[in-house]
């Protein structure tokens, strides 16, 4: 016999659409401030306007609700491994509002985000966690996403990466 679990109860996940562009910039400002880093976040909601639901959109999100209120995000894209010859996906942002945590909306988020991707013939999902984010590392844990002690993300942004970009190749010395 199964019973119902009242905690998932009225929870819809649904694609994010470009009406959503507020809230969807709203709650990555919460999680930037939820880990500490409010600084960080530069994004616009134009930008998510632009870069998200354009000509040419570079990533998308899934949207949790309950009762019709919002309640959490995943934001994801669509990645490639040479070594497994196969496409993943990569979450860039799951946000849970705090008072629906508890009712696996973040696993429920991150179970479509990867049947999505396994429905496009992909094999893995891949995530980065703020290293002083003790509750996410044992939320992903818990959920089988684990460590990966042979890699370590690297980044170049702002001003670096702008002049880092626009110098010209050197050509062969020879």
Same mark, same amino acid.
């Given at each position: 016999?199964?019973?119902?679990?009242?905690?998932?109860?009225?929870?819809?996940?649904?694609?994010?659409? +470009? *009406? @959503?562009?507020?809230?969807?910039?709203?709650?990555?400002? &919460? #999680?930037?401030?939820?880990?500490? !880093?409010?600084?960080?976040?530069?994004?616009?909601?134009?930008?998510?306007?632009?870069?998200?639901?354009?000509?040419?959109?570079?990533?998308?999100?899934?949207?949790?609700?309950?009762?019709?209120?919002?309640?959490?995000?995943?934001?994801?894209?669509?990645?490639?491994?040479?070594?497994?010859?196969?496409?993943?996906?990569?979450?860039?942002?799951?946000? +849970? *509002? @705090?008072?629906?945590?508890?009712?696996?909306?973040?696993? &429920? #988020?991150?179970?479509?985000?990867? !049947?999505?991707?396994?429905?496009?013939?992909?094999?893995?999902?891949?995530?980065?966690?703020?290293?002083?984010?003790?509750?996410?590392?044992?939320?992903?844990?818990?959920?089988?996403?684990?460590?990966?002690?042979?890699?370590?993300?690297?980044?170049?942004?702002?001003?670096?990466?702008?002049?880092?970009?626009?110098?010209?190749?050197?050509?062969?010395?020879?």
């Amino acid at each position: 016999m199964t019973i119902a679990n009242p905690a998932s109860k009225n929870i819809i996940i649904r694609p994010g659409t +470009v *009406e @959503d562009v507020e809230t969807i910039h709203a709650a990555i400002l &919460r #999680l930037g401030a939820h880990i500490g !880093a409010p600084e960080e976040i530069t994004s616009t909601a134009e930008d998510l306007r632009t870069y998200g639901f354009g000509e040419k959109p570079a990533f998308s999100t899934l949207i949790a609700e309950v009762g019709g209120e919002f309640a959490g995000l995943c934001l994801h894209f669509p990645i490639f491994s040479t070594w497994m010859g196969r496409p993943g996906v990569y979450v860039q942002d799951l946000y +849970v *509002e @705090d008072r629906f945590r508890g009712r696996k909306i973040g696993e &429920r #988020l991150l179970r479509r985000a990867a !049947a999505q991707c396994r429905k496009d013939g992909g094999a893995y999902l891949r995530l980065s966690v703020d290293t002083d984010n003790e509750t996410a590392k044992a939320f992903y844990e818990r959920l089988g996403i684990a460590w990966s002690s042979y890699e370590q993300v690297q980044k170049i942004v702002g001003d670096a990466f702008f002049a880092f970009a626009d110098a010209p190749d050197d050509e062969d010395p020879r």
